[in-house]
């Protein structure tokens, strides 16, 4: 009989730092889900926020940026001691295409991840345009490597890679090549340019939306967007529906529900 | 008129549905899209003066039967709302707003903006279970229901309905009490108060730690409330709790309701909801030969 | 003391669950028999002074997620009944004896007659929703509830356990006055007040209208209860409303129970439900280092 | 989405005289149940009660005799008129055996009815004892003989059938036969006789009991005998379990819960 909460308790298994910000908890159960998909993780005592499931099935695991008093209190967190889990929730990629262009910024590859080893592993040729402010900050990049797409690096110091914006990178990559599809996951402004891009080169796009969350399970609407809700209509949307919110990149609801600017 | 239409303190309503306060109602636009499937009208977010953020995460467990939730009020403040409630009001389908405070005086105040926007009624939460200071401890006893109602009353010109705690030994006299008031109806009921536990974390999982329980686990209890009340008041009934199916709204519509508020089950259905309970009524109104909801309503005293 | 023992004002259980009044214990064969299925403890039918036919058929309505019952305490009065409580007590696990009455003196009465057949205690159904005069009017205020658990300790030397309603703002206030009163422990919680309505019929199912709800749905309405008054009172608490499974069984425990009821649960999962459950809780245990019942309870409070 | 109340609306399609006491009421829906099985039936306002599905299938109907309000009630409704009923309950008769001996008193022949059609047709022989107090209370026997069972009549008053108890019609098919099951429902007193028989003739039987039943739903445990519930765990019981009941045939529970001799 299935625990009447939703909520599924995992004991952290190992924290596997990525770069000088970005961890990766393991946990030892499985999680069964669709590349995109999150969960809402609970540190108990402290909060509650979505993470992607960056190691969908037995290797259950997230990959979560130190940004605030829930992200640092889950990274002090040792082996053995538990955290809580519902979900996963809301709609993934939709994988498609023989050849895929991928762009990541920020912790966007955390999300992106398990859904180049799909593609990868169902047999499409695989681009990830991956930037990060310094190389340092790169995240998965061996692993996109070894799942065995070409990956294309771009940092805004120029540390690796092409100096610039992944946009640029991905903009270069579309004119030039014959993908079919583009999957993308980071900050707002990125999506909003590639999703330009999308319209003018006609490469259609998916992308992974973030949005305050509360509940998760599409009650609260915190994570509205024109009508549409995060968490459960998204969080990938695709380039049709994207084409059509007029808040992307514009506005979002803040903890109380206040319409406030995207940076 | 057609079959499903009801009058409900002069509101006039396409059908008996209506999207209940505090579920897809932060925004306008969602609004908006809950009467595209078929709501006959929208209730608001509960909003206060001032901005709120309501209780951190978690704030909401999924049940077998129902949901706990402990939002905690989080809401932009009146002012900045009365935005959401114009991009709502474009539907074309009643909007009422609801509205909470700490006080009469508050209440009042909040009311009053609100009614500013034109809103077609104001909604009183009196019955918040997870909010200390600004629900059902101020719906608690009918002489504050009584007091708080009257305040409203001298200071708003629409129909104002209260929205009562279902926590009580009597809510029927709470109801009374509404009516004394002045209420123009009654909205029964708000959460049970509620709590689940992480045995393997042994903790509350609700950061509140209590919360309030929606959705089918609550629906005889509601039915149970709009039934007392109804032979306590003349003013109309809004029935609310655990409505998701056709059958659920007959049920609070017999009891005594003149309309049903559904949030939960949006949740559980989608928001189809709508438009499935309401071609549910259409049927069974048409099978049983009941040519409109009033003709319905109250018919389980008999 | 193997680690699901638990010792509740005295009685030693070699598990904390009871099987609870109301559910197979008319007779004192069932009661035997829910033993053999694995109860720690049993409580009997609730018994008044002179026998009761209860409330016609229909008397109860199967809902997804529970029960609403309207029996409306059958029994065939305390002297009869003793015979079952005769053969109950052959199981060799505690028999506690539930009561109700009309007035103070009456309960009195009753437990004393009860207490007379050696139970290990009396439990006060002071709680009825659907029993006018009987259950929950008698038990609805904190003085009401105090001057009871006076009358019945004065009369009776076993524990008294004062069984609770929440169709009530303050069950912990009821609790307090329990204590005060002199109960040797509290029961949370009995049935919320509740109806269901046939549509096609135009009327409520139950004969009585109103009955009890019970079952899942309200769980986490009894946890709550169980939670608030863990706070309130230093007495043992004995958590009952919803238990199917252990982990329901570790929310009750945790927010603060000694031991849990389980009633509804029957129906749903038949008797072997009472293994099931304390296997579940010995594999918890295990699990997460817990050597005792006892060093769970109230954990959720910390 | 079923009604979430167990309880199932039934327009009355029609009323047939069984007999001077007994009448058939056809609903306009389907109830499929095995043989044995019970309903709940409410007459609306009056009361409600525990009846064999004599007609299971698509004429879903039950036969009932007026002993009381409630099946007073129940024979003055009119077809249009409407019932609920919540069901099929209980455990019902387990068809076995290639020669089969059916003994029936009163109205047990409303629960047996099914029995014989399903065990004809299951290629079984089948002797029907059919007892009644005079000719014109015989019920179902043209039922029985158009399925195929050899019927055998006993009367108390000797109007048709051989005169005498349908105990002695049944020992003396039992001694004489070679049947290797015995179904019965009626009377307790009978269903005694019956275990009796059974036991010197090594013929094994399944009986149906009736205890005053308010749940149906086996909580209320007005229905018990020996911790047995007849809702639930009946009403059909084997003889096996028939043989330990110390009640059976002489005390059973009153609405009050108290113990009473059965007469
Ligand atoms: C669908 C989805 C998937 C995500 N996946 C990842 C991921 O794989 N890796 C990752 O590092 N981050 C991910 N995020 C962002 C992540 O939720 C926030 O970084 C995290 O909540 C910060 O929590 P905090 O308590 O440390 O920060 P706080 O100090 O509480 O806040 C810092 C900032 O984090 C964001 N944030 C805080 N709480 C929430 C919340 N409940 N919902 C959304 N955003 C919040 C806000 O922008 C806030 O300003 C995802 C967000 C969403 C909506
Ligand atoms: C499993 C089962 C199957 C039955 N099948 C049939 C059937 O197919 N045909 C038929 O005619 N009768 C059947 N009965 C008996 C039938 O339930 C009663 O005859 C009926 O309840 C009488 O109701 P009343 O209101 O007319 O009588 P009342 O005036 O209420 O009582 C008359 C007598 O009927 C019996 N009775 C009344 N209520 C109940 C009840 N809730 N449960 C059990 N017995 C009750 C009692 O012996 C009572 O003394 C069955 C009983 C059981 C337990
Ligand atoms: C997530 C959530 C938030 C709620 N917020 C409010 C609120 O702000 N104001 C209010 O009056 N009721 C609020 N409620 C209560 C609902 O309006 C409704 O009374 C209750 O949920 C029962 O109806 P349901 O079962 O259809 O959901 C909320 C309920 C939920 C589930
Ligand atoms: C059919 C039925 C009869 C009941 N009768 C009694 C009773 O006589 N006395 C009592 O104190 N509680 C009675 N109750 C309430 C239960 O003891 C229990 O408090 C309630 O059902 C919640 O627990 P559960 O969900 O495990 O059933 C009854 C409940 C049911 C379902
Ligand atoms: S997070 Fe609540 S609706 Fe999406
Ligand atoms: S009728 Fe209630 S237990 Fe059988």
Redesign the interface.
């Known amino acids: 009989?299935p625990?009447?909460?939703?909520?599924r308790?995992f004991v952290i298994t190992e924290q596997v730092d990525e770069t000088p910000t970005i961890r990766t908890v393991h946990l030892d159960g499985s999680m069964h889900a669709q590349p995109g998909q999150f969960v809402?993780v609970?540190v108990?005592?402290k909060?509650?926020?979505p993470m992607s499931i960056s190691y969908p099935g037995e290797r259950f695991g997230i990959t979560y940026k130190i940004v605030g008093e829930g992200t640092r209190h889950l990274s002090i967190m040792r082996p053995g001691e538990?955290i809580?889990v519902?979900g996963p929730y809301g709609k993934g990629y939709s994988i498609e295409g023989e050849s895929i262009l991928v762009v990541a910024g920020g912790t966007g590859m955390a999300a992106l991840a398990p859904m180049v080893e799909q593609a990868v592993a169902s047999s499409a040729s695989v681009d990830v345009v991956l930037g990060a402010r310094t190389q340092s900050e790169l995240l998965f990049r061996t692993r996109c490597e070894r799942a065995g797409a070409a990956v294309h690096i771009t940092t805004d110091d120029g540390s690796d890679g092409s100096k610039g914006l992944a946009t640029d990178k991905a903009k270069e990559l579309l004119e030039a090549g014959d993908h079919d599809m583009m999957y993308t996951c980071g900050p707002e402004r990125m999506i909003v340019g590639l999703l330009e891009l999308s319209r003018t080169t006609v490469v259609p796009m998916q992308a992974s939306l973030e949005r305050y969350m509360?509940?998760?399970?599409?009650?609260?609407?915190?994570c509205?967007i024109?009508?549409k809700?995060v968490c459960v209509d998204g969080p990938v949307f695709s380039h049709e529906v994207l084409s059509k919110l007029s808040d992307l990149g514009r506005t979002r609801?803040?903890?109380?529900?206040?319409?406030i600017p995207i940076d | 008129m057609t079959e499903l239409e009801v009058d409900i303190a002069g509101i006039r309503m396409r059908n008996p549905t209506m999207l209940a306060s505090?579920?897809?109602?932060?925004?306008g636009?969602?609004m908006?899209?809950v009467t595209k499937a078929g709501a006959g009208a929208v209730v608001t977010?509960s909003v206060g003066l001032e901005?709120?953020?309501?209780h951190?995460?978690?704030?909401?467990?999924?049940?077998?039967c129902g949901?706990i939730?402990a939002?905690g009020l989080?809401?932009?403040?009146i002012d900045?709302?009365l935005?959401e409630v114009a991009v709502a009001q474009g539907s074309g389908v009643p909007v009422i707003g609801s509205v909470f405070g700490g006080s009469e005086d508050e209440i009042a105040e909040v009311a009053k903006r609100m009614a500013s926007a034109g809103v077609a009624a104001v909604e009183l939460n009196l019955s918040c279970p997870h909010a200390e200071g600004l629900g059902a401890e101020i719906g608690s006893t009918p002489d504050m229901v009584e007091s708080i109602c009257k305040a409203v009353k001298a200071s708003v010109d629409v129909p104002i309905f209260a929205k009562l705690t279902p926590n009580t030994s009597s809510i029927a006299s709470l109801a009374s009490a509404a009516e004394e008031g002045g209420a123009d109806g009654i909205v029964a009921i708000n959460t049970l108060r509620a709590m689940?536990i992480?045995p393997?974390?042994g903790?509350p999982?609700l950061?509140n730690r209590f919360g309030g329980l929606s959705g089918k686990a609550v629906r005889a209890v509601g039915v149970r409330c709009v039934y007392e009340i109804f032979d306590a008041v003349t003013i109309p009934i809004i029935g609310v709790g655990g409505v998701t199916t056709s059958n659920d709204a007959l049920e609070y519509i017999m009891a005594g309701a003149t309309a049903v508020q559904m949030?939960?089950a949006?949740?559980s259905e989608g928001a189809g909801v709508f438009s499935d309970v309401c071609d549910g009524l259409g049927e069974f109104m048409k099978a049983n030969g009941y040519g409109s909801v009033e003709e319905m309503k109250g018919i389980a005293h008999r």
Not at chain 2, 22 to 27: A, K
Not at chain 2, 57 to 63: G, K, M, Q, T, Y
Not at chain 2, 74 to 77: A, K, L, T
């Open positions: 009989m625990i009447d909460s939703g909520v308790v809402m609970w108990p005592g909060d509650e926020f538990k809580g519902r509360k509940c998760g399970i599409g009650v609260c609407d915190s509205a024109d009508g809700h609801l803040n903890t109380s529900g206040g319409r | 505090g579920i897809l109602n932060e925004t636009r969602s908006v899209d977010k901005p709120r953020e309501g951190p995460n978690p704030c909401v467990v999924e049940l077998e949901l939730n939002m989080p809401n932009p403040g900045a709302y935005e689940a992480c393997e974390l903790r999982i950061s949030g939960t949006i949740w």
